[in-house]
Antibody
Framework: EVQLVESGGGLVQPGGSLRLSCAAS????????MNWVRQAPGKGLEWVSY????????HYADSMRGRITMSRDNAKNSVYLQMNSLRAEDTAVYYC??????????????????????WGQGTLVTVSS | SYELTQPPSVSVSPGQTARITCSGD??????ASWYHQKPGQAPVLLIY???ERPSGIPERFSGSSSGTTVTLTISGVQAEDEADYYC????????????FGGGTKLTVL
């Protein structure tokens, strides 16, 4: 059974830092890409960051670029999100999700697919003084 | 990155068919996925690659695509289908970015 368990959330003051962790089990972790997705209270889903299976390819959303670092340790089946210079608007539940991307050749074109097939239960980050 | 636009809300009576749309300029070149989320729970993947259904997802959930719009169709809506529904796609015009629609609240009357 695929399981993703986030940890590391909590209350932090504006300008502070947190490191989120996501422990994976039930699948060959080193073969899969991973995402962090967040959801502010009462709001929709917002993608935060992506990491490829080997950890060499990483992408960030503009909203947090420069303040976050995503990493993974395939030996520990874990992915991490280091968040710095936190702001009140970063208050959200942060989910890690297993990601799958591929290029699909269709007549006359190449289409990209990317989706999150398994999600953790999330960890709440509250930024407040 | 581009935007995905969904209606804020859709209402339907039990047993009827609900259709939720998602529009985006890049959808002709990028596949879309659909998720639902019930209060206090994590999102669940319903549809990927516009119309593929993961194992364990009921057949009443289906997806389709036409031009810049993708549609999630729920046939024979049940009370348990009341949830928030999100479309999602990717933007490969630069770095690989992931985009979610704003979400649609499905109300079962």
């Amino acid at each position: 059974e695929v399981q993703l368990v986030e940890s590391g959330g909590g209350l932090v003051q504006p300008g502070g830092s947190l490191r989120l962790s996501c422990a994976a089990s039930g699948f060959s972790f080193s073969s899969y890409e991973m995402n962090w997705v967040r959801q502010a209270p009462g709001k929709g889903l917002e993608w935060v960051s992506y990491i490829g299976s080997s950890g060499t390819t990483i992408h960030y959303a503009d909203s947090m670029r420069g303040r976050i670092t995503m990493s993974r340790d395939n030996a520990k089946n874990s992915v991490y999100l280091q968040m710095n210079s936190l702001r009140a608007e970063d208050t959200a539940v942060y989910y890690c999700a297993r990601a799958q991307t591929s290029l699909v050749v269709v007549p006359g074109a190449i289409r990209t697919t990317g989706y999150c097939d398994y999600w953790g239960q999330g960890t709440l980050v509250t930024v407040s003084s | 990155s581009y935007e995905l636009t969904q209606p804020p809300s859709v209402s339907v009576s039990p047993g009827q068919t609900a259709r939720i749309t998602c529009s985006g300029d890049a959808l002709p070149s990028q596949y879309a996925s659909w998720y639902h989320q019930k209060p206090g729970q994590a999102p669940v993947l319903l549809i990927y690659k516009d119309s593929e259904r993961p194992s364990g997802i009921p057949e009443r959930f289906s997806g389709s695509s036409s031009g810049t719009t993708v549609t999630l169709t729920i046939s024979g809506v049940q009370a348990e289908d009341e949830a928030d529904y999100y479309c999602q796609s990717t933007d490969t015009s630069g770095d690989l970015l992931w985009v979610f629609g704003g979400g649609t609240k499905l109300t079962v009357l």
